[in-house]
């Protein structure tokens, strides 16, 4: 996607000079937009356009004489690829924090941050000694981007009672009896996902997640208001919404939370923007910072949701049968790009299918060796023999969202031992993590190293988290829960859904990882003191036995690979032509030592 027609080595420049017209050395561009959502809109690819860095995380900073991008992990050479060597450092931001960064090369100066782009959180992680941190009313980059795209103008749509399993007025009841518990008035609502869930809305204002960008105010009372342009909102949507939701247009928002003056506000630090508190300060109102009160229910799905994400995964499944067996079938030759049209194809199959939930990491040999790779015509690796080929790649469904990865050896010869073990050794830790019970309590870091333990055996290990939540019909990508060695402090809880991908990367080589989608769930265990939790598997496909060392694998993981793979065939194979069923008999016959 082409964002401008100014040519990137170009942009910095002109950035700097809308700087000094500013009155600041330098500017601070984080990733995300005015909702600080992960999947943004082209007008607001602030850091693509400037850097040239188009991952899915990161900031950039730029002074004077020097800048730099930072991001984490996930992208590290993709940083190297896209952004200008000549132009801008290239930091880890876990290793080499944007604090340090600034402390280092900004001493005494100002440097100016969009206060509608960040939030607190961000801006405590980047304050260095002896620099100013300095809100500014005008964004130099948009200044200097003169052909920026138009902002999104698609309608609201409404997400049916049927398939949210709960309806907004309920949801609004529910927060607003936590607010009146808290001795709140009313709180600022700046995450999408967030204001998704509550109002049973939905969109296509970014790509992949299926939102609508706006704000919202929810009140003690259970009356909220929703700031997007009423023109996008038909009437059979405002009705359905009801009188209790006033639309209102963005350009209300400054005068609405004045009016708020003397009122408790709860906002949420990590994803609302500091303009809003500043605003609700200066109007007099009391801010009061506090988690968003729609996070963990969203998170927490109800009977209706986890029906839907089984059903999605179902069809997820027929689609990655046809796939994979078709690649068999076609052997070498394709595209990595050809892969991915193909796959979203097979989904399209599917009259439920509303396009993919991220770009499909399609990568051949040493490209899976990128976490986060993403191919592009014309610059694309062919599917060749003796190659391993990583798939992740994820639907969206009107009642849930998908995230599944394999990995597969194609080739005439058998794949190297030293490629086998490693595989095998990720899937032990797949199916440890899938296996395990834990009382109920647990945070999901307590359980990451499960994922984890047969690579550190060997030696070997990987530079990412092992799960993150999923939306219904949402980001593929939620909070609060994870699987990582970061310590969250959020239990697991039964309706949660978290991914189970460990992975192994050899740079130069190949990629391995194994991706499938957990729904935590009350344990069966007999006999215990305490409730214990456990995990139902969502996503049905095969494992490719071609990369399998059986020896590796004990009694028990044997066993629960074999009913894995008789489950898959149980559930595909009635759904699938007789070409596909060959397939599957095949790739699901039971594995022996």
Same mark, same amino acid.
């Given at each position: 996607?082409?964002?401008?027609?100014?040519?990137?080595?170009?942009?910095?420049?002109?950035?700097?000079?809308?700087?000094?017209?500013?009155?600041?050395?330098?500017?601070?561009?984080?990733?995300?937009d005015e909702y600080l959502g992960e999947y943004v809109a082209p007008c607001s690819e602030r850091l693509a356009w400037l850097t040239g860095f188009t991952g899915s995380a990161g900031l950039a900073i730029i002074l004077p004489a020097v800048a730099c991008v930072f991001s984490d992990g996930r992208y590290t050479v993709q940083m190297e690829e896209q952004v200008p060597a000549d132009l801008w450092e290239r930091r880890h931001v876990v290793?080499?924090? #944007?604090?340090?960064?600034?402390?280092?090369?900004?001493?005494?100066?100002?440097?100016?941050?969009?206060?509608?782009?960040?939030?607190?959180?961000?801006?405590?992680?980047?304050?260095?000694?002896?620099?100013?941190?300095?809100?500014?009313?005008?964004?130099?980059?948009?200044?200097?981007?003169?052909?920026?795209?138009?902002?999104?103008?698609?309608?609201?749509?409404?997400?049916?009672?049927?398939?949210?399993?709960?309806?907004?007025?309920?949801?609004?009841?529910?927060? #607003?009896?936590?607010?009146?518990?808290?001795?709140?008035?009313?709180?600022?609502?700046?995450?999408?996902? @967030?204001?998704?869930?509550?109002?049973?809305?939905?969109?296509?204002?970014?790509?992949?997640?299926?939102?609508?960008? !706006?704000?919202?105010?929810?009140?003690?009372?259970?009356?909220?208001?929703?700031?997007?342009?009423?023109?996008?909102?038909?009437?059979?949507?405002?009705?359905?919404?009801?009188?209790?939701?006033?639309?209102?247009?963005?350009?209300?928002?400054?005068?609405?939370?004045?009016?708020?003056?003397?009122?408790?506000?709860?906002?949420?630090?990590?994803?609302?923007?500091?303009?809003?508190?500043?605003?609700?300060?200066?109007?007099?109102?009391?801010?009061?910072?506090?988690?968003?009160?729609?996070?963990?229910?969203?998170?927490?799905?109800?009977?209706?949701?986890?029906?839907?994400?089984?059903?999605?995964?179902?069809?997820?499944?027929?689609?990655?049968?046809?796939?994979?067996?078709?690649?068999?079938?076609?052997?070498?030759?394709?595209?990595?790009?050809?892969?991915?049209?193909?796959?979203?194809?097979?989904?399209?199959?599917?009259?439920?299918?509303?396009?993919?939930?991220?770009?499909?990491?399609?990568?051949?040999?040493?490209?899976?060796?990128?976490?986060?790779?993403?191919?592009?015509?014309?610059?694309?690796?062919?599917?060749?023999?003796?190659?391993?080929?990583?798939?992740?790649?994820?639907?969206?469904?009107?009642?849930?969202?998908?995230?599944?990865?394999?990995?597969?050896w194609v080739g005439r010869n058998p794949a190297p031992q030293h490629v086998r073990e490693a595989f095998t050794r990720v899937l032990k830790g797949n199916i440890a993590l899938s296996r395990v019970r834990f009382p109920v309590g647990t945070p999901g870091y307590r359980l990451d190293a499960l994922a984890r333990s047969a690579l550190w055996?060997? !030696?070997?290990?990987?530079?990412?988290?092992?799960?993150?939540?999923?939306?219904?019909?949402?980001?593929?990508?939620?909070?609060?829960?994870?699987?990582?060695? #970061?310590?969250?402090?959020?239990?697991?809880?039964?309706?949660?859904?978290?991914?189970?991908?460990?992975?192994?990367?050899?740079?130069?080589?190949?990629?391995?990882?194994?991706?499938?989608?957990?729904?935590?769930?009350?344990?069966?265990?007999?006999?215990?003191?305490?409730?214990?939790?456990?995990?139902?598997?969502? @996503?049905?496909?095969?494992?490719?036995?071609?990369?399998?060392?059986?020896?590796?694998?004990?009694?028990?993981?044997?066993?629960?690979?074999?009913?894995?793979?008789?489950?898959?065939?149980?559930?595909?194979?009635?759904?699938?032509?007789?070409?596909?069923?060959?397939?599957?008999?095949?790739?699901?016959?039971?594995?022996?030592?």
């Amino acid at each position: 996607m082409k964002l401008s027609s100014i040519p990137l080595n170009e942009r910095p420049a002109l950035v700097r000079k809308a700087c000094v017209t500013h009155g600041v050395a330098g500017f601070i561009i984080p990733r995300g937009d005015e909702y600080l959502g992960e999947y943004v809109a082209p007008c607001s690819e602030r850091l693509a356009w400037l850097t040239g860095f188009t991952g899915s995380a990161g900031l950039a900073i730029i002074l004077p004489a020097v800048a730099c991008v930072f991001s984490d992990g996930r992208y590290t050479v993709q940083m190297e690829e896209q952004v200008p060597a000549d132009l801008w450092e290239r930091r880890h931001v876990v290793l080499e924090p #944007a604090s340090d960064w600034l402390s280092a090369h900004a001493q005494g100066q100002k440097v100016g941050y969009d206060p509608r782009l960040v939030s607190q959180s961000m801006l405590d992680a980047w304050k260095a000694p002896n620099v100013e941190l300095v809100p500014m009313a005008i964004n130099p980059i948009d200044s200097a981007w003169s052909d920026r795209p138009a902002a999104p103008a698609g309608p609201v749509q409404v997400q049916p009672d049927d398939l949210a399993g709960e309806s907004s007025a309920s949801k609004r009841a529910r927060l #607003a009896s936590a607010l009146k518990q808290a001795a709140q008035d009313a709180m600022i609502i700046a995450d999408c996902t @967030s204001l998704a869930w509550l109002l049973n809305i939905r969109g296509n204002d970014v790509p992949m997640t299926p939102l609508v960008h !706006g704000y919202g105010i929810l009140h003690a009372s259970g009356k909220a208001e929703l700031f997007v342009d009423p023109v996008r909102v038909p009437v059979l949507v405002s009705g359905v919404l009801g009188e209790d939701v006033s639309i209102r247009h963005p350009s209300e928002l400054e005068a609405r939370l004045a009016a708020l003056s003397g009122k408790s506000v709860r906002v949420d630090p990590t994803t609302t923007p500091v303009w809003f508190s500043t605003t609700l300060e200066n109007a007099g109102a009391q801010v009061s910072c506090g988690g968003d009160l729609c996070t963990l229910p969203k998170a927490i799905k109800n009977s209706v949701e986890q029906d839907g994400a089984r059903r999605a995964h179902a069809l997820d499944g027929v689609a990655l049968a046809r796939f994979l067996q078709s690649v068999e079938k076609s052997g070498t030759g394709l595209h990595e790009t050809d892969l991915v049209s193909r796959l979203d194809g097979v989904r399209a199959l599917a009259a439920e299918y509303r396009g993919q939930s991220f770009d499909a990491i399609s990568a051949v040999g040493p490209n899976g060796a990128y976490p986060h790779y993403r191919a592009e015509i014309g610059r694309d690796r062919i599917l060749e023999d003796g190659s391993v080929y990583l798939i992740d790649s994820g639907g969206q469904y009107p009642f849930g969202t998908t995230d599944i990865t394999r990995t597969l050896w194609v080739g005439r010869n058998p794949a190297p031992q030293h490629v086998r073990e490693a595989f095998t050794r990720v899937l032990k830790g797949n199916i440890a993590l899938s296996r395990v019970r834990f009382p109920v309590g647990t945070p999901g870091y307590r359980l990451d190293a499960l994922a984890r333990s047969a690579l550190w055996e060997a !030696g070997l290990d990987y530079d990412h988290g092992t799960g993150h939540g999923i939306g219904s019909y949402l980001s593929v990508h939620e909070g609060p829960q994870n699987i990582s060695p #970061a310590p969250r402090p959020t239990a697991l809880q039964p309706g949660m859904i978290v991914s189970n991908e460990p992975g192994y990367y050899e740079p130069g080589q190949y990629g391995i990882r194994i991706e499938n989608l957990l729904l935590v769930k009350e344990s069966t265990i007999q006999g215990s003191a305490k409730p214990f939790l456990e995990f139902e598997v969502l @996503s049905f496909t095969p494992i490719d036995r071609n990369l399998i060392d059986v020896e590796l694998l004990d009694e028990v993981e044997l066993k629960w690979l074999n009913d894995y793979h008789a489950e898959v065939q149980r559930r595909v194979s009635p759904h699938v032509d007789t070409d596909v069923q060959s397939w599957l008999e095949k790739a699901c016959a039971p594995l022996k030592h």
